[in-house]
């Protein structure tokens, strides 16, 4: 049984560039999460998708957006990437029943 | 926002030493949550705890839910080289499945 995934591992991009990142939630799995994890820092919650539509969102600038597909894998987008977009990407998937979150293994995003 | 304190930054030990590290917020928690993470991986699940005053044991782990809702412990015992990594505290303060708040968490070194 597959964990979470994510996908690419690393990508550096520049400035003023867009990126998207991939997550595959674990099998029986429905609700993702995204986090951003900057260096020395403990993740911060960017926001969560059920059934296709964003559910909450934290304290993250509109050129982070996101998708969920009907088969419940997720995307996120940033625009406009700044320095300070680089960071660890973290995905966390969780289910109905299912009180807690489980991680993936991150996309290390560097912004040059 | 709500921010969990977790200090110090760093921890150093002797192999088969036991550590405790506690987490603090301003604010109350419903759930709180301790996770490892070791270089270049995602968060893993350690503990969860769901009811005040509640006291969990996972092998050489133990955790406890403050009284007051607003702190946990994590105690490891024996420690062991493999217990290297860094250990933060979570917390949730609304429903199943929403947004996890996280520590800065603490760097765990042990010695051979």
């Given at each position: 049984d597959a964990g979470v995934t994510q996908s690419p591992t690393h990508l550096i991009k520049t400035r003023g560039q867009q990126v998207t990142l991939r997550c595959s939630p674990k099998s029986g799995h429905d609700t993702v999460s995204w986090y951003q994890q900057a260096l020395g820092q403990g993740p911060q919650f960017i926001f969560q998708y059920y059934e296709e539509e964003e559910r909450q969102r934290g304290n993250f600038p509109d050129r982070f957006s996101g998708h969920q597909f009907p088969n419940y894998s997720s995307e996120l987008n940033v625009n406009a990437?700044?320095?300070?977009?680089s960071a660890l990407y973290l995905c966390a998937s969780s289910g109905v029943g299912l009180r807690e979150q489980y991680f993936g293994p991150g996309t290390r995003l560097t912004v040059t | 926002g709500q921010q969990l304190n977790q200090s110090p930054q760093s921890m150093f030990i002797q192999e088969g030493e036991d550590v405790s590290m506690n987490c603090t917020s301003s604010s109350i928690f419903n759930t709180w949550l301790w996770y490892k993470q070791d270089p270049g991986e995602g968060p893993v699940l350690l503990i969860a705890l769901y009811k005040a005053g509640e006291l969990t044991s996972n092998g050489r782990l133990t955790a406890q839910f403050g009284i007051t809702r607003k702190d946990s412990f994590l105690n490891i015992s024996a420690s062991i080289p493999s217990d290297v990594g860094i250990y933060f505290c979570a917390g949730r303060s609304t429903g199943a499945n929403s947004k996890l708040t996280f520590g800065k968490g603490i760097t765990l070194s042990v010695r051979p």
């Amino acid at each position: 049984d597959a964990g979470v995934t994510q996908s690419p591992t690393h990508l550096i991009k520049t400035r003023g560039q867009q990126v998207t990142l991939r997550c595959s939630p674990k099998s029986g799995h429905d609700t993702v999460s995204w986090y951003q994890q900057a260096l020395g820092q403990g993740p911060q919650f960017i926001f969560q998708y059920y059934e296709e539509e964003e559910r909450q969102r934290g304290n993250f600038p509109d050129r982070f957006s996101g998708h969920q597909f009907p088969n419940y894998s997720s995307e996120l987008n940033v625009n406009a990437l700044l320095l300070g977009d680089s960071a660890l990407y973290l995905c966390a998937s969780s289910g109905v029943g299912l009180r807690e979150q489980y991680f993936g293994p991150g996309t290390r995003l560097t912004v040059t | 926002g709500q921010q969990l304190n977790q200090s110090p930054q760093s921890m150093f030990i002797q192999e088969g030493e036991d550590v405790s590290m506690n987490c603090t917020s301003s604010s109350i928690f419903n759930t709180w949550l301790w996770y490892k993470q070791d270089p270049g991986e995602g968060p893993v699940l350690l503990i969860a705890l769901y009811k005040a005053g509640e006291l969990t044991s996972n092998g050489r782990l133990t955790a406890q839910f403050g009284i007051t809702r607003k702190d946990s412990f994590l105690n490891i015992s024996a420690s062991i080289p493999s217990d290297v990594g860094i250990y933060f505290c979570a917390g949730r303060s609304t429903g199943a499945n929403s947004k996890l708040t996280f520590g800065k968490g603490i760097t765990l070194s042990v010695r051979p």
